[in-house]
């Protein structure tokens, strides 16, 4: 071994001691706080008793240097004139004492009365300025705020301590074992017994790990048992980093391999021994893991005992692992049993899946006890045998007698309780309770809180419980103003007010007016979820718009008019149906009209009277970033004939998204990490009838003006195919009586405000509902990223179209950038 390289204990045992040393040092330190004051006991005359108090005469400070004498008086709490006994001394030593400025304190008294007090005082360093030397790898504030040790205070030794430690501590996790800190006060020269606190800190160099070895594996090679840690060797990828993280590798030493083991029937496996050889030089290290992995254990019988409310075959199905294999020769005769090695970690995972199943039925004091009973080897073939069993204490059925909601000094009691599906006077179930409480927060009208602060169930002495749910009111309506550059509308203010919990009642109230040179937008909308807290819900509005958009010429529109809309359930699980009528007049002017196409009867002004009907089904788990579940709509306008009004059609769509998680990094209560989704979309609609106005036909392509289809401009994705908006082609042939889109995309959501996606998109768009073709497609894919802001989600895609014409019709693929609002994907 050359002179760079030695042999050392893991860096965590090496700090060990002399952590043990430091926390030692301040038992001793804590020990003599908490004996008797010494200054009570070195009064050198009469020792006041509870009969005899003994008036102050004055007051004399001695031994302080920085603090004045009225300073120490003060902190004392004695007054000149004061007559005070034995009691009323031990106070004033305490008071000194807690105020953290003196090393040491005594109180002498002298013969007579009144008597003068002496306060003898060891005044602690006073800190002028912390400064830490060598300190790169972790944040000096990080230190201080978790420490409490800031300039400006006395110098404190256990706060030192504890400083020091948290240095070591956070380096090795940051992948520098062999770091040290040490401390030392330097007098600062301003003024007496005033200091400078130095932190030396010596990181030492980055560990990148090399190898990592084993001793004592017999049955899985080396590469086995490395895939099984968080820690890794370095490589060429830039996830292998090798880097050495104190708590992983604990992690690693004490759980994972552990558990790697104990899935394999290898229930007395233990790291016996660990050690790393580093070379100071490079800062590259080898690392050496000892284990016993003792002997494989073999699962000859699951037993399950008592129960009552579950039968045992539906017990066991918890555990995922036959006991006992079956086999036959080629005669189909029976073999000898074959039992498969016993997994541990699979028991104690069923165990605790079967508590859960007894709480979510309402047996909250049951209790579920794994044993592993250890059987001598089998006399045939010699392995140990275990038998798993799983004890079980059901107790009685606990029972909901009172359910209170504290803390809504806004939203009424009716609307909280209509989201709770535990009931009083129900069997309490953990699975209800929950999703109670999620469909509570799903309302968005309250702050999220920890889980002990925002359920308690309280048991009662006849074994039912009391559950009390708190809440805390958040800020819910939003005034929005501000000027946005859309793509598809220039540049334009706004300035809106939504307030989603009208009068407390989850009643919602809207308003947004949208202006510019090329679009002005006024609307007004009410909602109300539940009619006189009904099931119904009922939604009115009025809307007048003018837009002229500035990257496709679809001429100006212009739309005034209302609408109604009732909701209901219907007897399908998280579905509702919806009937509305309104009321429009439409007039549409500057249309390029050069050599008008199939499209010539389209309605370009007029008034639109339209009943309409739709199904939504919604079992999505967020409405903002889902990771499960989805969302189905189907719908149908009928506009004009019957109606009055003009044009005479019936216009159908559909939309359809699916999602599914699949993965989610990091994260805890009140953050939920990095998630990842994966989903898909289709949509499709047509229309048939005569008189079809221009504005309610289809436009594809873009992500603003109609239906979204990215790597292509607003509206140009066409029934001629792609059509770039430069060419000569009227704008009534750019619209269409069907369409199809479908998008697959993977969803990426950073934090609460920041999303990113990659997407591929398909589409096309059809002049009659005859011509539909979903094979017939145009394709794009790109990434995204999405944020949501006061003003509502805003957004850019950058997608590359696969199918993109030039003004002559030869293939022009190409990248695009698109600008979204009011959507995340």
């Keep these: 071994m050359g002179p760079a390289l030695e042999r050392v204990a893991l860096p965590f045992r090496r700090i ?63 007054r000149v004139g004061q007559s005070v006994r034995f009691p009323e001394i031990q106070d004033a030593l305490r008071r000194l004492f807690a105020s953290g400025a003196y090393e040491d304190v005594s109180v002498s008294v002298t013969p007579g009365s009144p008597a003068i007090f002496f306060l003898d005082v060891v005044e ?46 956070r380096l090795a996790n940051e992948g520098f074992p062999q770091a040290t800190a040490d401390s030392e006060l330097v007098p600062s020269g301003i003024g007496p017994n005033q200091y400078r606190l130095v932190f030396t800190v010596d990181e030492g160099p980055r560990l990148g ?48 391999l552990p558990a790697f083991y104990a899935e394999r029937g290898f229930i007395e496996f233990g790291v016996i021994g660990d050690s790393i050889i580093v070379d100071r030089t490079t800062g590259k290290g080898e690392i050496m893991v000892r284990v016993d992995e003792g002997p494989r254990y073999y699962l000859k019988e699951f037993e399950v005992t008592g129960n009552r409310r579950f039968p045992s075959a539906l017990l066991k199905q918890f555990y995922r692992q036959a006991a006992l294999v079956s086999a036959v020769d080629g005669d189909g005769m029976p073999l000898s049993p074959i039992y498969a090695p016993f997994n541990a970690a699979a ?14 039925a309402g047996y909250m004091r049951s ?127 706004f300035v ?33 979820p539940q009619v006189f807290w009904s099931r119904y819900s009922a939604t009115v509005g009025v809307r007048s718009s003018r837009d002229q958009f500035t990257n496709v010429s679809l001429g100006i529109r212009r739309v005034t008019g209302g609408f109604t809309e009732v909701g209901f359930p219907i007897p399908l699980r998280s579905t ?10 439409d007039k549409t002017t500057d249309l390029d009209l050069v050599g008008i196409g199939p499209n010539e009867l389209a309605i370009l002004s007029g008034t639109r009277s339209t009943i309409s009907s739709r199904i939504v089904r919604d079992v999505r788990n967020n409405p903002v970033f889902p990771t499960a579940g989805n969302l189905n709509t ?90 770039p908006r430069n060419a000569p082609v009227s704008d009534l042939d750019r619209v269409g009586n069907s369409y199809f889109t479908t998008t697959a995309q993977i969803g990426v959501k950073l934090t609460n405000q920041v999303f990113f996606s990659t997407f591929m998109d398909a589409g096309n768009n059809w002049f009659e509902p005859g011509a539909f073709n979903p094979t017939d497609l145009l394709v794009g894919a790109g990434v995204g990223v999405s944020l949501i802001t006061p003003f509502g989600p805003i957004g850019l895609d950058y997608a590359y179209g696969f199918d993109r014409r030039d003004v002559v019709g030869r293939p022009d693929p190409g990248w695009k950038l698109h600008f979204k609002f009011g959507r995340i994907f």
């Design 16 to 78: 060990l001691f002399r952590r043990i040393l430091r926390v030692a040092v301040a038992l001793v330190a804590l020990t003599a706080l908490l004996l008797p004051w010494k200054g009570v006991s070195t009064l050198r005359a009469q020792e006041p008793t509870a009969a005899d108090p003994v008036p102050i005469d004055s007051i004399e400070v001695r031994g302080n240097q920085r603090l004045t004498d009225i300073q120490v008086i003060s902190q004392s709490g004695l």
């Design 124 to 169: 602690r360093p006073f800190l002028v300025d912390i400064e830490f030397r060598g300190l790169q790898n972790v944040s000096e504030r990080a230190i201080r705020d978790t420490t409490g040790l800031f300039r400006g205070t006395a110098y404190d030794p256990a706060k030192v301590l504890r400083a020091e430690t948290a240095i070591e501590t």
């Design 209 to 256: 790990v090399a190898r990592i070895s084993f001793e004592g594996n017999e049955h899985y090679p080396d590469g086995a048992l490395r895939g099984a840690m968080a820690t890794g060797e370095e490589g060429f990828l830039w996830y292998q980093s090798g880097e050495l993280k104190r708590d992983e590798f604990r992690q690693d030493l004490t759980a994972r």
């Design 347 to 360: 028991f104690e995972e069923g165990a605790a899946e079967v508590a859960d199943l007894y709480r979510d």
């Design 367 to 493: 209790v579920i006890v794994p044993t592993v009973e250890k059987l001598p080897p089998d006399s045939v073939g010699g392995s140990p045998m275990v038998i798993a069993r799983w004890n079980i204490r059901e107790g009685e059925p606990t029972y909901v007698r009172q359910l209170t909601i504290v803390g809504n000094d806004y939203t009424h009691d009716r609307v909280i309780r209509q989201r709770i599906s535990l009931l009083p006077g129900d069997v309490f179930a953990q699975a209800r309770l929950i999703n109670s409480i999620q469909a509570i927060h799903a309302l968005n009208f309250f702050e999220p809180l920890p889980p002990q602060e925002q359920v308690r169930v309280i048991d009662r002495p006849d074994g039912d419980v009391d559950v009390v749910i708190r809440v805390q009111e958040k800020q819910t309506g939003n005034v929005n103003f501000g000027v946005s550059a859309a793509g598809a509308f220039g540049f334009s203010g």
């Design 496 to 528: 809106g007010y939504n307030q989603p919990n009208l009068f407390g009642m989850a009643k919602n109230g809207s308003f947004r007016f949208v202006f510019g040179g090329r679009q002005q937008d006024i609307e007004l909308t009410y909602t109300d």
């Design 576 to 585: 509702r149906a919806f009937i509305g009528y309104s009321l429009f007049n």
């Design 634 to 723: 189907v719908s149908a306008r009928f506009v004009g004939g019957p109606l009055g009004g003009d044009g005479d059609y019936t216009k159908w769509e559909f939309a359809s998204e699916w999602w599914v998680p699949v993965a989610r990094l990091g994260g805890g209560f009140q953050t939920s990490g990095i998630e990842i989704a994966a989903g898909i979309k289709f949509g499709g609609g047509w229309i048939v009838g005569s008189n079809v106005f221009f504005q309610e036909r289809f436009q594809v392509g873009g992500t603003q003006v109609g239906q979204q289809l990215r790597g292509y401009e607003e509206a140009t994705v066409t029934p001629l195919g792609h059509v």
